[in-house]
């Protein structure tokens, strides 16, 4: 099927969605952060999204299920 000119394109709708993701995660990471003083932001996100595959809709399902 071929998309029409109004509807964004598969690459826009992923990009888009991943951008979502990333600010699902950078919440997250905002608000452990604000429980764990000193704690690097990157050492957090890297512990959020280890447990999941690199792939960032697997990283917000994994977190999805934590809450």
Do not use: H
């Not at 000119?5 to 997250?28: M, Q």
């Not at 512990?47 to 697997?58: I, M």
């Amino acid at each position: 099927m071929k998309p029409t000119r109004n509807s964004p394109s598969l690459e826009e709708r992923i990009k888009a969605i991943r951008a979502e993701i990333e600010t699902v995660i950078d919440a997250r990471v905002e608000t452990v952060a604000r429980d764990s003083p000193g704690v690097p932001k990157g050492v957090i996100r890297n512990l959020l999204t280890a447990r999941a595959p690199s792939c960032a809709c697997a990283q917000y399902l994994e977190l999805g299920q934590e809450q």
